[in-house]
Nanobody, 121 residues
Framework: QVQLAESGGGLVQPGGSLRLSCAASGNIFSIYGMRWYRQAPGKQRELVAAITSGGDTRYGDSVKGRFTISRDNAKNTVYLQMNSLKPEDTAVYYC???????????????WGQGTQVTVSS
């Protein structure tokens, strides 16, 4: 069992910055990909950013050039640096971790509880 603890959300004005963190803990054997998703009220969940175990990154079109995903494998943590925030970035942000479970020899997706990001003046 793996637990994900998210932090860093809050209220920020347009043009501001926030840094989200998601730390995995518990019975960790091997983490593969790590991702950030977001979901705004009345909208579908969308992929914001993804990073592989090797450090390759991918971003949603709406955040390219503004957001940066990174990871610290020693701390089992993924970060999302969000700059030049816009009101349309307002959403609940969820981290997702692909974990290889040694007990079942399966890859399982774990989700964080979500952290609210509100961009408003």
């Amino acid at each position: 069992q793996v637990q994900l603890a998210e932090s860093g959300g809050g209220l920020v004005q347009p043009g501001g910055s926030l840094r989200l963190s998601c730390a995995a803990s518990g019975n960790i054997f091997s983490i593969y990909g790590m991702r950030w998703y977001r979901q705004a009220p009345g909208k579908q969940r969308e992929l914001v950013a993804a990073i592989t175990s090797g450090g390759d990154t991918r971003y949603g079109d709406s955040v390219k050039g503004r957001f940066t995903i990174s990871r610290d494998n020693a701390k089992n943590t993924v970060y999302l640096q969000m700059n030049s925030l816009k009101p349309e970035d307002t959403a609940v942000y969820y981290c997702n971790v692909q974990h290889f479970e040694s007990t079942t020899v399966r890859v399982v997706n774990y989700w964080g509880q979500g952290t609210q990001v509100t961009v408003s003046s």
